[in-house]
């Protein structure tokens, strides 16, 4: 499982605004963006998480559904009142997925064949737990992967839930001319960082960049809705993996909209803070400080990626690297931080390259040496 460290890195004193950085001109022209604006829709009435009667300044406000979820044991069948979008399933005892399937049951009684747990998730590596489309299914059964323990499912909901008003950015939101969807562009909702008793469940820590680690989901391709897709993530890695947010710093759908992902504050770019720091996330386990991960919203073993997906990966990547003032096509040797553990990589690697996995997907993961290219611009 993916474990950052517990004690928070001190926050620089200085607190610069989000807005004027990410504003700021870049080392990639705004111009060449193909990435879309979200578009808010304006609401006069409270906004759901503040309180407050009109959204803050510089915002609009936008209607995301709540996201409605399930939790069951073991193998038993189980209906939801609710259509399932999405179905979380974790264990205990081994990584493997070998044995373990699910079936889907429809809205008139109607059963779905058995399919394999095998192919829900970034990596089982990282705790155990997938994540399965489920098409609006109205409950299921599962088989336990051999000698797995404590079999626990998620169903959930992120599309179909009560309305929550959330207050969004009325500009466009960028990291140095690339656009990207902030947390609240995409409908995150903050309390799901949060202990019952108030205490945020994973403190920001911050440590100096190393490497850039790329990921695919392993979920479906072709998605039609990508944001819902990113809450059900954020849904099972803040809570049911017990990660306290999203694993991830940034997520990239097929189309190309770049989403922001782990919470990082509002004083520095996204995934950093004021002093340029990374916040440790949980994407590749033992080696996640100073490591930071983006995700492809897709499966990539037997297909690349999609043009738009390609393009928008690069341009995020080539300003990352720029700000850290790295080589794109060196080699590393990254040192964990909290423990000193030391593992050699490429400065942009593959999630492969730190734990068994097949992500990002073998077509990817072939594919990151044009990427590195790319970066470089030669």
């Keep these: 499982m993916s474990v950052p460290p517990t004690s928070p890195a001190h926050r620089a004193k200085t607190r610069v605004a989000r807005r004027s950085l990410i504003g700021a001109a870049g080392a990639v022209a705004a111009g060449a963006v193909i990435t879309p604006t979200v578009m808010a829709t304006t609401n006069d009435s409270k906004t759901a998480d503040t309180g407050s009667e009109d959204a803050k300044a510089g915002t609009t406000t936008e209607t995301f559904p709540k996201t409605r979820s399930e939790a069951a044991t073991g193998e038993a069948a189980v209906a939801t009142a609710f259509p399932i979008g999405y179905l979380g399933v974790r ?5 493997e997925t070998t044995g373990g399937a699910v079936r889907l049951r429809d809205t008139d009684g109607g059963q779905g064949a058995w ?6 998730g970034c990596s089982v590596a990282n705790g155990g737990c997938v994540l399965l489309v489920a098409d609006q299914a109205a409950g299921y059964e599962l088989k336990a992967p051999d000698g797995a323990t404590g079999l626990r499912s998620l169903a959930l909901d992120t599309q179909h839930g009560p309305g ?15 656009r990207y969807l902030s947390r609240a562009a995409w409908g995150a909702d903050e309390s799901l960082r949060f202990k019952a008793d108030g205490s945020e469940n994973s403190p920001t820590a911050f440590y100096p960049f190393q490497t850039i680690t790329v990921h695919h989901t392993a979920m479906a391709n072709d998605d039609p809705d990508p944001a819902a897709t ?6 099972l890695h803040a809570v049911t993996n017990d990660w306290g947010d999203i694993g991830y710093h940034f997520l990239i759908d097929e189309e190309g909209r770049i989403y922001e992902g782990r919470y990082s504050g509002d004083d520095g770019l996204p995934a950093h803070d004021a002093e340029g720091k990374v916040v440790t996330g949980f ?9 930071l991960g983006i995700a492809l919203l897709g499966t990539f073993t037997e297909r690349g990626p999609k043009e738009a997906a390609r393009q928008a990966l690069t341009r995020l990547v080539k300003v990352l690297v720029r700000h850290h003032g790295v080589d794109p096509q060196a080699r590393v040797t990254y040192t964990n931080p909290v ?10 690697s593959g999630h492969r390259d730190w734990m068994a996995t097949e992500c990002p997907g073998e077509v990817m993961y072939q594919e990151l040496d044009r990427l590195r290219t790319a970066v470089a611009g030669r």
């Design 230 to 235: 990113v809450r059900a993530i954020y849904q």
């Design 164 to 178: 929550r008003k959330v207050p969004v950015p009325s500009d466009p939101t960028r990291v140095r001319g690339v």
């Design 283 to 291: 994407h590749v386990g033992g080696f996640n400080s100073g490591n």
């Design 339 to 348: 423990n000193g553990t030391q593992k050699e990589v490429a400065e942009i």
């Design 115 to 120: 399919r394999s747990l095998g192919d829900g």
């Design 91 to 95: 264990w205990g005892g081994t990584d």
